[in-house]
């Protein structure tokens, strides 16, 4: 694929893509990495920086073990008050006719829902089944790790917990598409296999700061994707998918409240490295979960998935924009106090980025708009265009 047009500002999709935010607030349009040398086993160029949290802070996390208890754990569901995936599909357990109606049900209410959409519900599905690279992500964090793989550290528990409840939306997602015969399982299925082979590089550095800003971002941006993929399934004509998205969604912004909490606390009792984990997050970019995305055929799926997202309006850079708002007017950025220089330089930095980006994107879509829009092939479905 040539170069193309992706609105100016590539990558901006939910769970499932990177933002470029350059520094100084520029976008540009980046190739993908090479995905076909990370499937191949062969070391990536992705930049590779380790343990850069000071290791006295990790006395901070063990101290905020009690508050953690009290105040993130509480944010977990017990299972029995989950939903689980069965709940919501074809029921397997009833007799082969009445199973094979509501099979023919779900293919009926899924007809008039456009490839497009299906393209982007195969990768925010992707994207949730490589869930064991998150959980991998959270136990590189220094202080918050899982030690033993069963530590009752409320940091571990958490992880472990969160986990299994994100598990559920791949199953999920997965189940669906597999019964609406719309999309090619098989090449679905290689896709996460490379996915959970190349793993992610979000730039967090074993650094519990970072991890939990960053966690903070992804869960709104996902509760945001997952909301918009709800409404387009209703607006489609399939109000059950509606709700499997939306049920997904809810899942996603009670995590967000957890992880948002933490930073809330870090923020209270060390403003200035918070302040500086932010500002470090926004300025490299938020590289999105399932950025290295492959499917054995295009070595830019990830990047042109993120174009059909932001076409369908699913995941889009004013989504980003918004999320950076919420989370300022949340943590009370722009009155925080007690932060040194370095600090308050991040502090104007980040408070400054939102409309920055606004800017850009309007100029960006005026260009896109003018331009047309390419269309793109995916292997997810058959290798028809979108
Ligand atoms: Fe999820
Ligand atoms: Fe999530």
Redesign the pocket.
């Given at each position: 694929m040539g170069t193309m047009q992706i609105l100016g500002v590539a990558n901006f999709t939910a769970?499932t893509s990177h933002a470029f935010i350059q520094r100084g607030g520029a976008t540009t349009h980046r190739r993908s990495q090479p995905v076909s040398a990370t499937a191949a086993g062969a070391p990536t160029k992705l930049k590779q920086i380790a343990h850069s949290m000071p290791p006295e802070k990790i006395e901070l996390f063990k101290s905020l073990e009690p508050w953690a208890s009290e105040n993130v754990l509480p944010l977990l569901k017990p299972v029995e008050k989950c939903w689980q995936p069965n709940e919501l599909l074809p029921d397997p357990a009833k007799p082969v006719a009445d199973f094979m109606d509501e099979v023919q049900a779900l293919r009926d209410r899924t007809k008039e829902l456009p490839d497009e959409y299906f393209v982007v519900l195969v990768g925010d599905m992707v994207t949730e089944d490589a869930v064991p690279t998150y959980q991998t992500m959270l136990n590189t964090a220094d202080g918050t790790r899982d030690e033993t793989g069963s530590s009752p550290t409320p940091w571990a528990v958490w992880t472990r917990a969160?986990t299994a409840e994100?598990n559920r939306?791949g199953d999920l997602l997965r189940s669906y598409l597999y019964l609406s015969g719309r999309v090619d399982m098989l090449m679905i299925e290689r896709t996460v296999q490379y996915l959970i082979g190349a793993g992610m590089n979000p730039g967090l550095e074993n650094n519990p700061y970072l991890g939990y800003v960053y966690t903070s971002f992804?869960?709104r941006a996902?509760f945001v994707s997952h909301c918009n993929t709800a409404r387009l399934a209703k607006e489609g004509g399939d109000p059950v998918l509606a709700n499997i998205c939306g049920v997904i969604a809810a899942?996603?912004k009670r995590?967000?409240r957890a992880y948002v909490r933490i930073v809330e606390k870090l923020l209270q009792v060390d403003p200035n490295e918070t302040i500086l984990a932010i500002g470090k997050l926004l300025r490299n970019k938020i590289t999105m979960p399932a950025h290295l995305m492959y499917d054995g055929q295009d070595p830019q799926l990830f990047e042109h998935f993120a174009f059909v997202a932001h076409k369908l309006g699913v995941y889009t850079p004013t989504d980003y924009a918004d999320i950076m708002d919420f989370l300022v007017g949340r943590w009370g950025l722009e009155k925080l106090e007690g932060l040194k220089g370095d600090g308050r330089r991040e502090q104007e930095y980040v408070c400054g980025l939102a409309p920055r980006i606004r800017k850009l994107q309007a100029r960006a879509e005026e260009r896109a708009q003018k331009d047309g829009f390419q269309r793109l092939k995916f292997s997810w479905i058959f290798n028809r265009e979108v």
């Open positions: 769970t969160w994100e939306h992804q869960e996902t899942d996603e995590h967000e």
